[in-house]
């Protein structure tokens, strides 16, 4: 009797244990996921420029349901991704995709920008600090990264941060 109690208590301790790593494992590979996705709707984008004489896409930075006939993410993207399913962030717990069509805001203020002179807000032209794409919510607070955001230059982050030219020059 004593040891059946005692491998019930070591069996709690375990579970105790394995649940919570087991939940930030799937939380982190979610997040993954979604940087994976960002990837490739900046490799669209890329696709997108080389047919429209390297502008940018002109889309609303989101819209209210999915069966609107404004230009957004998942309608002028779609022929460049593998599937619809591009546009849905796996941590996406409010099913925000199924209502709008991307679980995804387009950063609108370089709609029609030349590739090439992207000017975010006039603060930069270093495209490692222009945001393109980025979660619609904080998905990812489980892991600390709570918005994923992809840049003009194709790397995906957990912040935004924003760089000027000339900043720290004499």
Not at 18 to 39: E, M, S, W
Not at 47 to 54: D, K, P, T
Not at 66 to 91: G, I, M, R
Request: aromatic share 8%; charged share 25%; glycine share 8%.
């Amino acid at each position: 009797m004593t040891e059946m109690l005692i491998a019930i208590a070591v069996i709690g301790v375990l579970a105790g244990i394995g649940i919570p790593a087991y939940d930030r494992v799937k939380n982190q590979a979610r997040a993954t996921q979604c940087i994976a996705k960002l990837r490739e709707i900046g490799s669209a984008i890329n696709l997108y420029g080389v047919e429209h004489a390297m502008k940018m896409p002109e889309m609303v930075a989101a819209r209210e349901d999915k069966h609107s006939d404004e230009p957004a993410l998942d309608t002028v993207l779609l022929p460049y991704v593998n599937d619809e399913f591009c546009f849905q962030c796996p941590a996406d717990s409010e099913r925000i995709w199924e209502r709008t069509g991307t679980s995804y805001f387009w950063n609108s203020t370089v709609n029609e920008q030349d590739f090439m002179n992207l000017d975010f807000l006039g603060l930069t032209k270093n495209h490692s600090g222009i945001p393109l794409v980025a979660d619609k919510e904080n998905f990812h607070e489980h892991v600390g990264d709570e918005v994923n955001i992809l840049y003009a230059d194709g790397h995906v982050q957990h912040e935004l941060q924003f760089t000027v030219d000339g900043a720290g020059d004499d």
